[in-house]
């Protein structure tokens, strides 16, 4: 009941403080990351499917793929026509991948040659959508996490819009406080300074750890630490700002796509980028290193009253799914899979 009536708080504070206008509406826009190969997780849908099929498009729960389920919350903030989702040329291989694809026809689908990990996934539908949406406020969602109060974890998402819309120079990360010293998570340690100047308990982030030792997970959870979801909302020139900074060479390789869109020759340049440039995970290679650039860039927003799970292991998804029982509102909505054992 306690829980219930502080979620109900939350979403009251978070509608009193919205100050949407027409032009911030206009300028949002989201990208999901699908261009994974689900590596980690290739002999777990072996046994439950018979193929290799990257689990983002694997009906795991119900008769929606975790790439679908992620297009439909990402949907109720922004329209199908201002929603990038980032795919890789390999995954066409599986006949599900375009199926999934063609029922959102408004949806704008960028294809990768090869992946190169997570700052290009990241970074070829951002020039796609700079070109287009220069002025843009973006939120990006990882399209293999499962998230059980949907409506309430948008609206933090809402927040994080209306967060940066007023300060630009910011990216809002949002993390959820953890239950263990899950080692395979990142981590946002806020920093130690005077009361925040922001709403919703937001703070300034001290440092960002991807993937710590458990011992060293248990310091960052004492000292205030929230597991990162991944899901960040920027301005478009901000994060292309600190790209240029952090990463030279992988600016120059996103300028060289950003230069060559619209022209004849654009799908040879990309492929060409895509051989040339290096693998940079966004996480360990840029996130982690905004903090020290820039110590007042990078913001944690707190997630409450949300069950949020990232399902990059097989450990995990069999324990979320078994734990389903205990989630009504999701439990309505959806079956188990047959088998997976």
């Known amino acids: ?37 689900g590596i980690r997780l290739r002999s777990f849908v072996q046994r439950l499917r018979g193929d290799s099929l990257p689990k983002q498009y694997v009906h795991l729960i119900g008769n929606q793929s975790m790439l679908e389920m992620a ?95 007023q300060n630009p120079s910011k990216i809002v990360l949002l993390g959820v ?56 909302v920027f301005k478009a020139k901000t994060l292309m700002e600190h790209v240029g900074r952090i990463k030279p060479q992988l600016n120059r390789c996103f300028m060289r796509i950003c230069d060559a869109i619209g022209s004849p020759g654009f799908l040879d340049v990309v492929r060409q980028v895509y051989v ?9 290679g840029l996130l982690e290193a905004l903090p020290m650039r820039r110590a007042s860039s990078l913001l944690m927003l707190p997630v409450r009253g949300v069950h949020w799970s990232d399902w990059g292991s097989e450990k995990r998804i069999l324990g979320e799914i078994a734990a389903l029982e205990n989630f009504p509102t999701v439990n309505e909505g959806y079956s188990l899979p047959l088998s997976l054992h």
């Open 1 to 37: 009941m306690l829980a219930d009536l502080a979620c109900k708080l939350l979403v009251a504070t978070i509608m009193r403080h919205k100050q949407l206008n027409e032009t911030d509406a206009e300028n949002r826009c989201a990208i999901v990351l699908a261009a994974g190969d």
């Open 177 to 232: 406080t953890p239950t263990d010293p899950e080692p395979e998570y990142g981590y946002l340690v806020p920093r130690n300074e005077r009361p925040s100047p922001f709403p919703f308990g937001i703070r300034e982030v001290g440092c960002f750890i991807e993937k710590p030792e458990p011992t060293a997970a248990r310091t960052f959870i004492a000292r205030g630490g929230l597991w990162n979801t991944m899901v960040m």
């Open 276 to 284: 040339d440039v290096e693998s940079v995970n966004l996480s360990k």
């Open 71 to 165: 297009f439909h919350r990402t949907q109720k903030l922004i329209p199908p026509q201002r929603l990038f989702a980032v795919v890789s040329e390999g995954h066409f291989a599986f006949s599900e991948v375009a199926q999934q694809l063609s029922a959102y026809p408004r949806l704008r689908v960028v294809v990768q040659p090869i992946n190169k990990d997570t700052g290009m996934g990241l970074l070829l539908p951002l020039a796609h959508l700079n070109a287009r949406h220069p002025d843009a406020t973006v939120a990006v969602f990882p399209a293999d996490h499962f998230i059980a109060e949907e409506e309430l974890f948008m609206d933090h998402v809402e927040t994080a819009f209306g967060v940066v819309e």
